[in-house]
């Protein structure tokens, strides 16, 4: 785990963590999950191996926002900060925008564009999935 630690948090201060490792699958998902869960447009994520991630200040609340799923967030503030699949326990998805330095990571594609909102005009030239990767589900 060679390299400077990924370090973020929620918007109160309450909740922090640190990720190790190099992270992989950095996306812009426009699924009406996430979209619902964060207030946002879209959400931008990395993912991590779990054993190279922790929580170092605070405990977060946890939400199933599906039956595939949970989500963690802030209990104080509500900023999202994991999602993580139930089937999928050895990796965890960290929202970009909640890292001390969310520059540090850039996103490689968009995934479930059929639900982009349609008020959104991208320009960035990344690949679009009209629903996610191939391994992924909703």
């Known amino acids: 785990m ?3 630690p990924f370090t973020g948090g929620c918007l109160c201060g309450h909740i922090r963590y640190q990720a190790n490792g190099k992270p992989s699958d950095a996306t812009h998902c426009h699924c009406e999950l996430c979209r619902r869960s964060s207030g946002a447009a879209f959400v931008s994520w990395a993912t991590f191996r779990s054993a ?7 405990k ?8 595939i799923a949970v989500r963690q ?5 509500g900023t999202q900060l994991t999602f993580q699949f139930h089937r999928s326990p050895q990796s965890i998805d ?4 909640s890292m001390d330095d969310p520059g540090e990571i850039t996103p490689q594609d968009h995934i479930w564009t059929k639900r982009q909102l349609p008020w959104i005009k991208l320009a960035d030239e990344l690949p679009r999935h009209a629903e996610s990767r191939s391994s992924e589900e909703d």
């Open 2 to 4: 060679a390299g400077k």
């Open 52 to 58: 190279d991630f922790a929580f170092t200040k605070g």
């Open 60 to 67: 977060p609340a946890r939400f199933d926002s599906s039956e």
């Open 73 to 77: 967030f802030c209990p104080n503030c």
């Open 94 to 97: 960290i929202t970009l925008a």
